[in-house]
């Protein structure tokens, strides 16, 4: 539970597993909610179970797939579809600004815990209900993985090369959905403020891709064309994309007409060559461009290029491991690797929120919980806040 930050002082109720969800709360929780994590007993969230890898003692091992999503959180537990359980649900939603979940439609509403009986408890409640196809229309009640979504949703036609769908190479649906969920949350959080009450938010894995389609949605909607994959390389910009030099690959971004110029420039390159004077030309004939540029960078090493593409303001880098990214200056210099304190574990580092705020100092997270380790805390908290009450 996190003192500082923007959101401090709000109370997140995370009912989600898996990804989509938990990167929510995880987000909130990183700008400073207090996230508790309500898991099934015994076995909790899926992703507890997903690997390998795994780490820690043979008898406590740990998923890395659940530490990525989960720091800043208290884990609790209960059987939703029990007395109890559904008492202590009650309780935390009476408490919370936020109720996150992921739920299949109708789930909630089988639980007695509908949208209707949520604002009864609590009016002020903000929802957020992340499905994988939207909770209503002709197939609203399919169940959503990410790599369904991507496949359903056009991203893997124009991911990878011409004829071989590709998917992304991580969970890409699931974080974005949780992104934009995030960012629905933080506007009724905003307008709770004028009116006194929440509303629920709803996004899906469906909407979040087609949300990102960008240009290549316009390409269709607009321009009548279809799209489809390119590789390495950009669908409407040339140069834009990997150049094999000669001890490696490197990639090249050029933006403008007057990058261009000072891209040939440094290549050896004629820059008003009829093929490519302008980036329609090029794009039109990108094979025959590939072969110009990549003849002119196989006369030197990929770092003698990046070397003078810096130097000519041209946007160009090289391609890293995670490894790599990791033990990068810069990635650490942003925030970018967050150190915590695991239970059973012990000292951690985990990739860390993308988010800063001016005027804060370094945060202090806290790491993803054991299934069910502030089941204590949680209850000793709600009895104290009903004994202020006189409940």
């Not at 989509?20 to 990183?30: K, Y």
């Not at 739920?103 to 509908?114: I, P, S």
């Not at 933006?255 to 030309?281: I, K, M, Y």
Request: proline share 6%; charged share 25%.
């Amino acid at each position: 539970m996190s003192e500082d930050g923007p959101l401090s002082g709000y109370v997140v109720v995370d009912l989600s597993r898996a990804l989509a969800g938990p990167h929510a709360g995880m987000m909130l929780g990183d700008m400073g909610a207090r996230v508790i994590k309500l898991e099934t007993p015994e076995r909790g969230d899926e992703s507890r179970g997903w690997g390998p890898p795994f780490v820690g003692p043979e008898d406590r091992r740990v998923s890395t797939y659940y530490l990525s999503c989960n720091r800043n959180k208290e884990s609790v537990t209960a059987d939703l579809k029990s007395d109890d359980g559904r008492e202590f649900l009650t309780r935390l939603v009476r408490r919370a600004d936020v109720l996150v979940e992921n739920f299949r439609t109708g789930v909630l509403d089988r639980l007695g815990f509908g949208v209707e009986r949520l604002h009864e408890i609590n009016p002020r409640l903000v929802i957020l209900s992340i499905t994988g196809f939207g909770h209503d229309g002709p197939e609203g009640g399919r169940a959503g993985y990410d790599q369904i979504a991507q496949g359903e949703a056009g991203l893997m036609s124009i991911t990878g090369e011409p004829g071989h769908p590709t998917k992304v190479g991580v969970p890409i649906a699931d974080l974005l959905a949780g992104m934009y969920g995030v960012s629905g949350v933080l506007a009724a959080l905003l307008e709770r403020e004028r009116t006194g009450r929440g509303r629920v938010v709803r996004t899906s894995l469906l909407a979040s891709v087609v949300g990102v389609h960008a240009f290549q949605g316009t390409r269709w909607t607009v321009g009548g064309e279809v799209p489809g994959a390119t590789g390495n390389h950009h669908a409407s910009i040339a140069p834009y994309g990997l150049f094999n030099a000669a001890d490696g690959a490197l990639q090249v971004a050029v933006g403008s007409e007057t990058q261009w110029r000072a891209f040939a420039a440094v290549v050896g390159l004629d820059p008003d060559d009829p093929r490519f004077a302008t980036n329609s030309d090029r794009v039109g004939n990108r094979p025959a461009l590939i072969e110009e540029v990549e003849g002119a960078f196989a006369a030197a090493s990929a770092g003698h290029w990046l070397m003078e593409l810096g130097k000519a303001g041209i946007a160009s880098g090289k391609v890293r491991g995670i490894d790599e990214v990791y033990e990068w200056d810069q990635t650490r210099s942003q925030g970018l690797l967050v150190d915590v304190d695991h239970p059973v574990l012990g000292p951690l580092a985990l990739p860390g929120p993308a988010v800063r705020f001016d005027g804060s100092g370094p945060r202090t997270h806290v790491a993803p919980p054991l299934l069910g380790e502030n089941d204590d805390d949680v209850r000793r908290w709600l009895d104290e806040l009903d004994a202020a009450d006189g409940a």
